[in-house]
């Protein structure tokens, strides 16, 4: 099965901590939607989450089996699970994402949850602009 993760997930160190390995990944790019925080975590701030209709999404698929899914399904209460199609190597695959279930407009974006994404996007060569990007956001809440 894939996974595909875009937000603090795409962090290495995160995701060998929730998934107890380092699984085999690939860079994945999800069209049309666009990358917001508007997930409200118990501190108030926006956590990452996808929506319809932006420029694309960059992340990256991760090779997990059920037991992940399900680890993740109860780690993450504010989301829930569904199947996208994203571009994997010019060809579109099938994989899981989780999606916010509560939608939040108005609050700030997490700036720990931008850097962890920023951490992973450099490690993974996501494409410039899209991270600096993410850098623009992060420098936004330092001001």
């Known amino acids: ?11 290495p160190k995160k995701a060998e901590r929730i998934f107890r390995r380092r ?11 666009e990358l917001v925080f508007n997930v409200k975590s118990p501190q108030g701030l926006g956590n990452p989450n996808i ?19 399900k680890r993740l399904d109860m780690v993450s209460p504010r989301y829930e699970r569904v199947e996208i ?18 939608i939040d407009h108005g609050i700030l974006p ?6 962890k994404i920023i951490e992973g996007a450099e490690i993974y060569g996501f494409p410039k602009e899209y991270v600096n990007w993410l850098r623009n956001i992060k420098k936004s809440l330092e001001r």
């Not at 699984?23 to 939607?33: D, G, T």
């Not at 199609?85 to 509560?102: L, N």
């Not at 997490?110 to 850097?115: A, N, R």
């Open 23 to 33: 699984p085999k990944f690939k860079v994945a790019f999800l069209p049309n939607y």
């Open 51 to 69: 929506r319809f209709g932006g420029r694309g999404v960059w992340g990256v698929v991760y090779e997990v089996c059920e037991d992940d899914l």
């Open 110 to 115: 997490d700036k720990s949850c931008i850097e």
């Open 85 to 102: 199609e994203v571009i994997v190597d010019k060809k579109r695959v099938k994989a899981w994402t989780y999606i916010g279930k509560k």
């Open 1 to 11: 099965m894939l996974l595909f993760a875009y937000g603090t997930l795409v962090n």
